[in-house]
């Protein structure tokens, strides 16, 4: 499975990368919205992880970029957060 991983926080991306690559995934980790957007539009993607607060911009705002302009992958939203808005 080809997998989009958009995680800002060192410790946890990597530990999502390296558990994902070692179940036999291909992952691309973006640590930022400006890195998910240069790797969405090379490569298509079986999954996307997408975190919701990344140092620039939110999350759902690019989930809805996805949604107009990219094929459908499934998308699962991460937070840390006990809400959003």
Known sequence: MRILLTEDDKDLGSA???????????????????EARDYAAVV??????????????????????LIKELESAPV????????IS
């Open 44 to 65: 298509g993607y079986d999954l996307i992880l997408l975190d919701v607060h990344l140092p620039d911009g939110n999350g759902i705002d690019y989930l809805r970029e």
């Open 76 to 83: 699962i939203i991460l937070t840390a957060c006990d809400r």
């Open 16 to 34: 999502m990368h390296d558990h994902l690559v070692a179940g036999g995934h291909a992952v691309d980790w973006a640590k930022n919205l400006s």
